[in-house]
């Protein structure tokens, strides 16, 4: 049997292996001392760019990545940190993202030995053409094309049977799911603020991220399901937790305040400020979790899918819904008014890779 040997391009690769974190752990034992150090800040400022590449939706190719392999390494442990102080899902999911894809296409072109350490240390056999259900549904769970549900699969004895080239798409996923798994991380208060003018410069490029994505607020776009759970409301009718849930995480995602998504619940009859404040904030992140808007999939679940729009057959996620509509009416409008210019930038990503599982 050849022994495997890992240099430091592999460990920078491939850096959540328990071989690229002894080596961390062995050469910056101290973290707050790391930091002080000139070559620390460098670390940090490559993380920092990481994260931000991660926000940006961005790919990195092996060109960008590796110049300085040792550094590359370090600087994914201290963004995961950066993560882990900012706490927001989308960021983290954003970066969980990322960084999986990065590993994907380090793997596609890796050494036939490495590749196939690599895949078993995740978990998944490279030679298998099944997976166990509970895998493949934990897996599949985010995939949006139809080919992926369960119900278009052919199952045998608790496994399912994988086509060519799933293998390939699923071992991404699984990538991703193991190291947003491991997101947050323990960090402290006092680590947190060490870090913090990064941090800011990171919060606000998520949040320009996500203005850019959504632009200003247009009620005419919202989904036939948002419409008339609004409806409801309005009219007094007593809509059950799911909805108001629904609309709040809709809302909240399209970057309607906290004040502002109240207000809405006051034009029901049986509005409560207090309670409603706090159901809000709740859902909003405000204690810590920001819950995501749920899929056409669980609408359905609910009743609360009514489809009264063709749009409605080619998407999956209400909030995609949104983000298709918004578009065709600004291109619209742009087409009517030669000459003029889009005031907001296009959504920056593909609608099938958005952050809206649930
Ligand atoms: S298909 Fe999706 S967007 Fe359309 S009404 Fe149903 S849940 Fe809403």
Redesign the pocket.
């Known amino acids: 049997m050849t022994l495997l040997v890992l240099d430091l391009k592999d460990l920078a690769k491939y850096p959540f292996l328990k071989e690229s974190q002894e080596y961390v752990s062995k050469r910056a034992p101290s973290f707050e001392q790391f930091i002080q150090s000139n070559y620390g800040r460098s670390v940090l400022n490559r993380a920092g760019e990481r994260v931000i590449a991660a926000i940006r939706q961005k790919k990195e190719g092996p060109e960008e990545s590796l110049q300085d392999a040792e550094n590359d390494l370090f600087s994914y442990g201290l963004a995961r940190v950066i993560v882990s102080c900012i706490g927001e899902r989308g960021v983290t999911e954003r970066h969980a993202r990322f960084e999986a894809a990065r590993v994907y296409r380090f793997l596609s072109e890796e050494r036939p030995e490495l590749r196939t350490f690599v895949i078993n240390q995740v978990g998944l056999d490279p030679s298998t053409n099944r997976l166990r259900v509970t895998e493949y549904v934990e897996l599949a769970a985010s995939l949006r094309d139809d080919r992926w549900r369960l119900v278009n699969r052919i199952l045998d004895h608790g496994w399912v049977q994988l086509e060519p080239g799933d293998l390939e798409e699923l071992l991404r996923e699984k990538i991703r799911v193991i190291l947003q798994r491991q997101l947050p991380l323990p960090v402290t208060k006092e680590l947190c603020t060490t870090i913090a003018p990064v941090l800011s410069a990171i919060t606000a490029s998520y949040q320009e991220q996500i203005l850019q994505q959504f632009g200003e607020v247009d009620e005419s776009c919202f989904?036939?399901?948002?419409n008339?759970l609004i409806t409801a409301i309005t009219a007094g009718t007593n809509i059950p937790h799911q909805g108001r849930f629904a609309i709040t995480a809709f809302l909240n995602a399209i970057g309607l305040t906290v004040q502002e998504i109240v207000e809405l619940y006051c034009r029901a009859p049986d509005f409560d400020v207090e309670k409603t404040m706090y159901q809000v904030d709740h859902i909003t992140g405000g204690r810590g979790t920001e819950y995501t808007a749920?899929?056409?999939?669980t609408?359905?679940t609910y009743g609360?899918?009514?489809?009264?729009?063709s749009?409605?057959?080619h998407?999956?996620?209400?909030l995609?819904?949104?983000l298709i509509k918004k578009k065709k009416g600004e291109k619209e409008k742009e087409i009517s008014t030669p000459g003029s210019v889009s005031p907001q930038k296009p959504p920056q990503r593909d609608e099938k890779e958005r952050d809206t599982g649930d």
Request: glycine share 0%; proline share 15%; charged share 15%.
């Open positions: 989904p036939p399901c948002i008339a749920p899929s056409c999939a609408m359905r609360f899918c009514i489809q009264r729009e749009l409605c057959e998407v999956n996620h209400p995609n819904f949104y």
